[in-house]
């Protein structure tokens, strides 16, 4: 149980085009997603917080028209990387916090292999 | 919200026990102490999550303090599988620190 998927795994584009990866929660539902970023040899960045049905919440200094987030169910979030520069390429991650109920403990969050971006 | 504290890289001896400390002195009373780990190139893989009690599963033991201002990840039987970067989180939002790079050698 509590297994994430992302698509695609990698993805190479030019530069002023937009990528959309998609993050989903296999198992169980998940009310709130989050996506983060990581640069080589660094942590992990929070980008944003997505719950169901609502606008995400991104944290300070991300840009909220450059990274689109829709949570439409609560298996599937998706962040899409609009005009894309090569700055932005990184490895993006996805997690799902599960709703409960279950066999997996509430609040514990589960994440997805990672998507790793290259802008040309 | 709880920031950790943790060294920056360890070294273990294959089939030795691995133990990575995390302090995180301003934890509140509700929140949970979770561990994860990233092996390269992948997402962050669960490992143990705690309150106030010592917990166990198959992959690991976490042993926090009286006072919950620290806890310790240990990891009974090193692999060089184990190899990663640990991180130690008391956050409810899940931001990361920089963790500890835990090497485990031959």
């Known amino acids: 149980g509590a297994v994430v998927s992302q698509h695609p795994s990698r993805v190479i584009c030019k530069s002023g085009t937009s990528v959309k990866i998609e993050c989903r929660s296999l198992?169980?539902?998940?009310?709130?997603m989050f996506w983060y970023r990581q640069f080589p040899k660094q942590s992990l960045m929070l980008m944003a917080t997505?719950?169901?049905?609502?606008?995400?919440?991104?944290e300070q200094g991300v840009e909220k028209d450059k990274f689109l987030i829709n949570h439409a169910s609560l298996t599937l979030s998706t962040l899409t990387v609009t005009s894309a520069h090569p700055e932005d390429s990184s490895f993006y991650i996805c997690?799902?916090?599960?709703?409960?109920?279950?066999?997996?403990?509430?609040?514990?969050?589960?994440f997805g292999p990672g998507t790793r971006l290259t802008v040309l | 919200d709880a920031k950790t504290t943790q060294p920056p890289s360890m070294d273990c001896a294959e089939g030795r026990a691995a133990n990575l400390p995390c302090n995180h002195s301003?934890?509140?009373?509700?929140?949970?102490v979770y561990w994860y780990r990233q092996i390269h190139s992948q997402g962050p893989q669960y490992i143990i999550h705690?309150?106030?009690n010592n917990e166990t599963n198959e992959m690991a033991s976490l042993i926090i303090t009286e006072d919950r201002k620290s806890s310790t990840l240990i990891l009974p039987h090193a692999t060089l599988r184990d190899t990663a970067v640990y991180y130690c989180?008391?956050?409810?939002?899940?931001?990361f620190g920089a963790g500890t790079r835990l090497t485990v050698k031959p």
């Open positions: 989180i008391v956050r409810r939002d899940m931001r």
């Open positions: 301003t934890i509140s009373g509700n929140e949970y």
């Open positions: 997505s719950n169901e049905g609502s606008k995400a919440t991104y």
């Open positions: 997690s799902a916090r599960d709703l409960g109920g279950g066999a997996i403990s509430i609040d514990t969050q589960y």
């Open positions: 198992d169980f539902q998940a009310t709130t």
């Open positions: 705690g309150l106030k």
